[in-house]
C-alpha cells in the first residue's frame, strides 16, 4: 500500500529528486586548488539521490511524511543516521573506483587542499640524475567506537620503500607514547578525579619540516596533461617518508616548549607545564588531562593557533581502546576490536569457552603435526598481542603460542582459535581503574621455575599496579637456565 503524502510533501519530493555533486564552497568542503602547486580537480559528475531523506530505498517507499526527523529507540543513535547519507560505506581497491564514486571525491580534494593550505610541496620541472619517489593513495572509511562509518578518509602517501638511506633521509627515530604510560595517565586522572580530553592534529606529518632534498610524483589520478614533465619538490613531510614522523615529533616538541612545556625524561612523549595539565602525545592524537575545563580551551586556542586541530571533546575511543569516563572510576575495554578481530578470522559464530588454555595442555614444537599456514597464524599472533594491551587475561596464553610462529603446527593453531573461542565468551573484559585509592606503587612477580618441558627453562609473570589501578604487565620465558653446583661434604 502506498503511502498517502500531500501537495506540500510532493513539492518538496520534486525539488529534491536529482542532485549533482553539492558545490563544496557552499557546504564548507575545501577545494583543491588548481595552480602550479596543486594538482588539477578531478572531473564533477552527477549524483542522483531518491529523496533528502537518509536510507538508500526509493522515496515512494517512505511510509509517514518523509520531512520527518529519524526516529529510533535509542535517542543516541539518532546522529549515526544523520551521517549515513553523506558518507560511502565502501572502501575503493583502486584510484579507478575512488574517482567514480563522488563521495571519495571530495575526499581526495579535501586531501590535496591540506597540501596546498600546509604548503607541502611545489611544482618543478623534472630534475636529472634524483630519485623520484612514487605516490599512491590508500583509502579507508573512519569508524567510531560503534563500528559505525562517520568519514571517508583519502590518504596520498610516499612510496617510502624507494628511499635511498644518506640521499632521500637521515635520522628516522621519534618517540612515541608507549601503553604503559597511556594507561599510567589515565589511572592518575582517576585518581584525582580528573576528565581526560582528546585532541586531534589534522593531517599531522604535513606539519613536520625535512631537511633533505626530496622529489615526488604527481597524485595518481591528478595529472595535468598540459606539464607532463613536472613533479613536486617536497618542504615538509609526506605520510610514508621513513623520517616523517620524527620530522612531526621535532615540530610539535620544538612548539610546546617555546609555550613553557616540560618534555619528560624518562617517556619523551609527556609533557607538562608549570600549570596542573599533562599532555601525552601519539601519532597524530594527543590526551589531555586537566585540572579545570578551562584550561582545556586555552590549550586548544593555542595548538589551534599553530596547528589545524579538531576539539574532539572527552576521551571515549582512542588507539582501539573504549574509554568510558563514569563516576566512580574509568573503564577501558577493546570490546569493537575483539568483535572484529572474531569476524576478521571467521570465528564470529564458534562456540565460546570459558577458559583460554586447558591446564592440562603442554605445548611443544610437536615436528610430526602437520603444519598450517604461517602468514594466518602470524596474523592472529599479533592481532592477540594488541588485544592484551587491556587483557591481562591472555597474555600468557598468547605468549606461549608466539613461540612457535616460525613453524607452527595443527596443536598450535587449535591454541590459538582456544583463545578465540574465549574472546567470544568474554568480549567486554577489561580493566577498571577506580577513583580515591592510594596513589602507590605495587609490583608482584612470579616464575613457574624451569616449567617449559621442552628446554626446562622457568616463564616468570610480572604485574605493576599505580595505587589499585593495574597499569603494566608481562609474561616471558627466560632466555638463560642457570645450573646450581651442588658440592657434598661428608661430615
Request: with cysteine; aromatic share 8%.
Amino acid at each position: 500500500m502506498s503511502p498517502h503524502v500531500d501537495e506540500n510533501e510532493e513539492r518538496e519530493i520534486e525539488q529534491g529528486g536529482v542532485d549533482e555533486v553539492p558545490d563544496n564552497r557552499d557546504q564548507g568542503v575545501p577545494q583543491a586548488s588548481n595552480d602550479e602547486s596543486s594538482p588539477p580537480m578531478a572531473p564533477r559528475r552527477p549524483l542522483v539521490r531518491h529523496g533528502r531523506i537518509s536510507k538508500d530505498h526509493p522515496i515512494n517507499q517512505v511510509i509517514g511524511s518523509p520531512s520527518r526527523g529519524v526516529r529510533t529507540r535509542s535517542r543516541n543513535l539518532v546522529s549515526f543516521c544523520e551521517h549515513y547519507s553523506f558518507v560511502s560505506c565502501v572502501e575503493p581497491t583502486c584510484v579507478e573506483e575512488a574517482l567514480a564514486d563522488p563521495d571519495w571525491i571530495i575526499a581526495m580534494q579535501e586531501e590535496l587542499n591540506n597540501f596546498a593550505r600546509n604548503e607541502v610541496w611545489v611544482l618543478e620541472e623534472r630534475p636529472k640524475n634524483k630519485n623520484i619517489i612514487g605516490t599512491k593513495w590508500v583509502f579507508r572509511n573512519k569508524q567510531d567506537e560503534h563500528g559505525v562509518v562517520v568519514r571517508n578518509k583519502a590518504r596520498l602517501v610516499a612510496k617510502g620503500f624507494a628511499q635511498v638511506e644518506g640521499l632521500d633521509f637521515g635520522e628516522t627515530f621519534a618517540p612515541v607514547a608507549r601503553l604503559e604510560a597511556i594507561r599510567i595517565l589515565l589511572a592518575y586522572s582517576s585518581h584525582h578525579k580528573i576528565k581526560l580530553y582528546q585532541m586531534d592534529v589534522k593531517s599531522a606529518f604535513l606539519n613536520g619540516f625535512i631537511n633533505e632534498l626530496v622529489y615526488v610524483d604527481r597524485p595518481p589520478g591528478f595529472e595535468d596533461p598540459r606539464k607532463p614533465n613536472h613533479v613536486y619538490r617536497l618542504h615538509k613531510a609526506l605520510y610514508g617518508l621513513k623520517q616523517a614522523p620524527r620530522a612531526w615529533y621535532e615540530r610539535l616538541r620544538d612548539f610546546l616548549i617555546m609555550q613553557g612545556f616540560k618534555i619528560g625524561k624518562v617517556d619523551m612523549t609527556l609533557c607538562s607545564p608549570k600549570t596542573s595539565m599533562g599532555i601525552s602525545s601519539s601519532v597524530k592524537s594527543m590526551l589531555m588531562i586537566l585540572s579545570l575545563v578551562k584550561l582545556s580551551h586555552e590549550f586548544g586556542d593555542m595548538m589551534s593557533r599553530e596547528f589545524e586541530m579538531s576539539m574532539i571533546g572527552e576521551l571515549n575511543f582512542f588507539l582501539g581502546f573504549q574509554i568510558k569516563q563514569v563516576k566512580g572510576g574509568i573503564f577501558i575495554h577493546q570490546e569493537k576490536y575483539c568483535r572484529d578481530l572474531l569476524k576478521k578470522f571467521k570465528m564470529g559464530d564458534c562456540k565460546p569457552i570459558s577458559t583460554p588454555m586447558s591446564t592440562n595442555e603442554h605445548l611443544d614444537a610437536d615436528v610430526d603435526g602437520k603444519p598450517v599456514d604461517q602468514s594466518t597464524y602470524r596474523s592472529m599472533i599479533g592481532s592477540l598481542l594488541y588485544l592484551t594491551a587491556s587483557r591481562p587475561d591472555i597474555m600468557f596464553s598468547v605468549c606461549l603460542c608466539a613461540r612457535f610462529q616460525a613453524a607452527p603446527k595443527e596443536s598450535h593453531l587449535t591454541a590459538v582459535k582456544r583463545i578465540l573461542r574465549y574472546l567470544k565468551h568474554t568480549p567486554s573484559i577489561g580493566l577498571w581503574y577506580p577513583e580515591g585509592a592510594k596513589l602507590e606503587l605495587l609490583g608482584y612477580s612470579d616464575s613457574d621455575f624451569a616449567g617449559y618441558r621442552v628446554d626446562r627453562k622457568s616463564t616468570s609473570g610480572r604485574c605493576h599496579l599505580l595505587g589499585r589501578s593495574l597499569v603494566s604487565w608481562s609474561s616471558k620465558k627466560q632466555k638463560l637456565c642457570g645450573f646450581v653446583p651442588l658440592r657434598r661434604r661428608n661430615i
